[in-house]
C-alpha cells in the first residue's frame, strides 16, 4: 500500500486553465503539506494543514487554493495555470507537531504549455 | 530567518570512492537537522537524522554529525555504490514543530 498517494503523476495543460492534483495518505497522520519543486530541484513549503485546518501558507499566488476535506486529504487546486506553474509539486504528511519527520507521494509533474 | 545552504553539483564519483556532502545552517534555537534523499521518479525519503548538538545520524552507510559550533551537518559515506546515486536535501526544522526548511539539493552521479 502506498503511504502517501497523488494523483495525477503527469498534467500536462494550457495557460489559463484550471487543474487540480490529489493528495491522500493512509498513514493516520494528522499534518499534511504541499511543497513546489522547481526545474533546479529547489523544494518549497507551500501549505500546511494540521487536522484540517490551514497553519502554513507561504507567499503563494492566490490562484493556489489548497482543499483538506478530512485529515487523509489534502488536495491542491490552481486556476489560470501560468507557464511559471510548470513544477513538480510534492505532498507530503507528518504525524502532528513532531520533529521534522515527513513522508512525501512521488510528485506530480504539472507542464503549463 | 532559518535556511540551509548545501553544495552544488552534481557529484560525480567512481564506486567505492569516499563521499561527503557539505551541509550548513542559520537558524534560531536549537533546530534538528536532516538529510533527504529523493532517487530518480521517486519522492524524498527521510535517510537520517539528529535532534541536539553532537548527535550523529546514520543509515544505509551514510553518517552526519550535528555540529553546532561551525553550524554544518556534512554528508558522508565511506564507499558508495552506484545505487546511492540520487538528489540529497540537507534540511532543518525548528525545535517545534514539522516545518522544514530545504537546501538546494545536491545530485550524486556514481559511475561503476
Known amino acids: 500500500d502506498t503511504a502517501v498517494s497523488q494523483t495525477p503523476k503527469y498534467l500536462v495543460t494550457q495557460m489559463g486553465n484550471d487543474k487540480s492534483i490529489k493528495c491522500e495518505q493512509n498513514l493516520g497522520h494528522d499534518t499534511m503539506y504541499w511543497y513546489k519543486q522547481d526545474s533546479k530541484k529547489f523544494l518549497k513549503i507551500m501549505f500546511s494543514y494540521n487536522n484540517k485546518e490551514l497553519i502554513i501558507n507561504e507567499t503563494v499566488p492566490n490562484r493556489f487554493s489548497p482543499k483538506s476535506p478530512d485529515k487523509a486529504h489534502l488536495n491542491l487546486h490552481i486556476n489560470s495555470l501560468e507557464l511559471g506553474d510548470s513544477a513538480v509539486y510534492f505532498c507530503?504528511?507528518?504525524?502532528?507537531?513532531?520533529?521534522?519527520?515527513?513522508?512525501f507521494g512521488e510528485g506530480s509533474r504539472l507542464t503549463v504549455l | 530567518g532559518n535556511s540551509v545552504t548545501q553544495m552544488e553539483g552534481p557529484v560525480t564519483l567512481s564506486e567505492e570512492a569516499f563521499l561527503t556532502i557539505n551541509c550548513t545552517y542559520t537558524?534560531?534555537?536549537?533546530?534538528?537537522l536532516f538529510w533527504y534523499v529523493q532517487y530518480p521518479g521517486e519522492g524524498l525519503q527521510l535517510l537520517l537524522k539528529?535532534?541536539?548538538?553532537?548527535d550523529k545520524g546514520s543509515n544505509k552507510g551514510f553518517e552526519a554529525t550535528y555540529r553546532k559550533e561551525t553550524t554544518s551537518f556534512h554528508l558522508e559515506k565511506g564507499s558508495v555504490q552506484v545505487s546511492d546515486s540520487a538528489v540529497y536535501f540537507c534540511?532543518?526544522?525548528?525545535?517545534?514543530?514539522?516545518?522544514?526548511?530545504f537546501g538546494g539539493g545536491t545530485r550524486l552521479m556514481v559511475k561503476p
Open positions: 537558524a534560531t534555537g536549537y533546530p534538528s
Open positions: 539528529a535532534t541536539k548538538a553532537d
Open positions: 534540511a532543518l526544522s525548528p525545535n517545534a514543530g514539522n516545518m522544514l526548511t
Open positions: 507530503a504528511s507528518s504525524r502532528g507537531q513532531g520533529r521534522g519527520e515527513l513522508f
